[in-house]
């Protein structure tokens, strides 16, 4: 079968470099060679996500350590932010871990804004909060630094961030921010295959899972701590990934961390332009649009053009190209295309020559 490039929000498409990478020798997880390759990426890292603190892998996909991070952290109740379907689950995740959980639910495509966190945090029933930094679904980013700076104000509260489809592709200074856990899935901005995770937690969470008693094992965070002290983790851990995050990390610095940055906004705005000149408008509220994905209004909203957009994605696809369809509630009502990973001004020129195609049968 023809290979269709991935433009959905993640997985994403990998490279031959990385499958490459992936497919070096296998090692053993407890001997001088793993500990040397986790020892090489771990400054590159700390680099990477601004901090002083170990970067953990975890091998599994994000949700592992989004549940992992509230069985660790959550012993009052959570505040689960919600604004789009992986927020939204966030809340089921919490309560399905026995904890006390309570939403503060915006509509899908508008952000969550601080003065709402603190609202409720003011009520002092909470010791933690989960927030998704950019909703994935809705292709909407909230203003995590007007959200973590309340930190200041709530210092007991657990500030629990999920960058899965942000991280790489804008800054994210986790010691600046003074969060509590920052955390990733590699399939997306990272552009790794699907079955690593990395997070990184903060003295003070670390302090505080020590303290928990049911946090079970696979996703504790004081293993995590214990062993990446070692430049180790505490099962056997992905290594074939593991060896392709350290090509990828190669890559980041040798491109320079801003000038990745900037190539996303320019990708990601090459796509906005595109929507516009097709007469469609874009789902999130202005000005709190994602960098790395970009979520068309299609009927979701009043407003801007509406197309078939089972259509669409199946006349792309004819040109090698795969779009996602809308996600959830907003599947049809919305499309999605990603310029996360290596997309670049020429490759995203590419799949927009064949989204110009495609409309034309539309
Ligand atoms: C923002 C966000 N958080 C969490 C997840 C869940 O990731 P996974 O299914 O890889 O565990 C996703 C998946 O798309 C996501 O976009």
Known sequence: MPHVKLHIPGPVEVSEKTFKALCSPMIGHRGQGFKDLYGKIQPQLQNLLGTRQLVYLST??????????????????????????????????????????????????SPIRAEAVDQKLATGEFDAITLIHNETSTGTM???????????????????????????????GFDALGIDVLLAGTQKAFALPPGLAVFVASPAALAKAATAKDRGYYFDFVEFEKNARESMTPSTPAIPHIYAL?????????????????????????????????????????????????????????????????????????????????????????????????????????????????????
Not at 74 to 82: F, G, P, R, S, T
Not at 142 to 170: E, G, H, Q, R
Not at 314 to 338: A, H, N, P, Q, W
Request: some cysteine; aromatic content about 8%.
């Open 142 to 172: 909230s203003p995590l630094a007007d959200i973590a700076a309340l930190k200041k104000k709530y210092p007991d509260v657990m500030f629990i961030v999920d960058a899965v489809s942000s991280m790489t592709a804008v800054p994210l």
């Open 246 to 362: 350290g090509s990828k990390l190669d890559e980041f610095f040798a491109e320079g961390l801003d000038a990745r940055y900037a190539r996303h906004r320019k990708t990601n705005k090459m796509v906005h332009d595109w929507a516009a000149r097709h007469g469609f408008t874009l789902f999130p509220e202005k000005g709190f649009e994602s960098v790395t994905l970009t979520c068309v209004n299609n009927g979701a909203k009043p407003g801007g053009r509406i197309v078939d957009a089972a259509k669409l994605q199946k006349l792309v696809k004819e040109r090698g190209f795969l779009i996602d369809g809308g996600y959830g509630k907003i599947k049809g009502t919305t499309f999605r295309l990603s310029n996360m990973g290596d997309e670049t001004e020429a490759t995203m020129a590419q799949l927009i020559a064949a989204l110009d195609e495609a409309m034309k049968s539309l």
């Open 60 to 109: 599994s996909s994000a949700w592992g350590v989004m549940e992992g991070a509230v069985r660790n952290l959550v012993q009052k109740k959570v505040l689960n932010c919600m604004c789009g379907a992986f927020s939204d689950k966030w809340f089921d995740v919490s309560k399905k871990c026995g904890k006390a959980a309570e939403a503060l639910q915006v509509d899908w495509g």
